[in-house]
T-cell receptor
């Protein structure tokens, strides 16, 4: 069975400090993994995806994620937060269909 | 510009009324999806379609219906049987239905009950 757990429902950082959004997955097979971002009342935008190539995946807007099979994790990071990063982030496992995490709301303080 | 459009942005439903949400894509994608989003929850799959004239129930299909008469269009009808329709509805599309296929999302429709 496939599932996704986002470990934090809310994360708050100061502008210019690093961002870490945590995601653990459960899958019987090697899944495809995605991170999406959603700004208020908007659709979801793809940040990055992992499909069994390089374990460190670079995405848009300076985000990256590392696939760690031994830890079944796919955490999202960014070295320096910007005010425009404030949004909700979804970790997704793709296996026959998409399995969504419950989301992490990122707050960026000035 | 290629993309997915959803209309209307806001929709109000009266008790006992059926309402239809529009989803159109010009990405030439075969697969299309409808999701429902409630506060504090991830997205839940309502229906999906792999190809024209074919669609399958997702996890929460009760009270909803869809059609796929054209490749570009995948309208969702929220029927009076859906007792709690207030939610944000997102349409998505992908090239096909495989694990690694990226889904591209529309801007969403917020449905409110009067």
């Amino acid at each position: 069975a496939q599932s996704v757990t986002q470990l934090d429902s809310h994360v708050s950082v100061s502008e210019g400090t690093p961002v870490l959004l945590r995601c653990n997955y459960s899958s019987s097979y090697s899944p495809s993994l995605f991170w999406y971002v959603q700004h208020p009342n908007k659709g979801l935008q793809l940040l990055l995806k992992y499909t069994s190539a390089a374990t460190l995946v670079k995405g848009i807007n300076g985000f990256e994620a590392e696939f760690k099979k031994s830890e079944t994790s796919f955490h999202l990071t960014k070295p320096s937060a910007h005010m425009s990063d404030a949004a909700e982030y979804f970790c997704v496992v793709g296996y026959n269909k998409f399995y969504f995490g419950s989301g992490t709301k990122l707050n960026v303080k000035p | 510009d290629g993309g997915i459009t959803q209309s209307p942005k806001y929709l109000f439903r009266k008790e006992g009324q059926n309402v239809t949400l529009s989803c159109e894509q010009n990405l030439n994608h075969d697969a299309m999806y409808w999701y429902r989003q409630d506060p504090g929850q991830g997205l839940r799959l309502i229906y999906y379609s792999q190809i024209v004239n074919d669609f399958q129930k997702g996890d929460i299909a009760e009270g909803y219906s869809v059609s796929r008469e054209k490749k570009e269009s995948f309208p969702l009808t929220v029927t009076s049987a859906q007792k709690n329709p207030t939610a944000f509805y997102l349409c998505a599309s992908s090239i096909g239905i495989r694990d690694q296929e990226t889904q591209y999302f529309g801007p969403g429709t917020r449905l409110l009950v009067l």
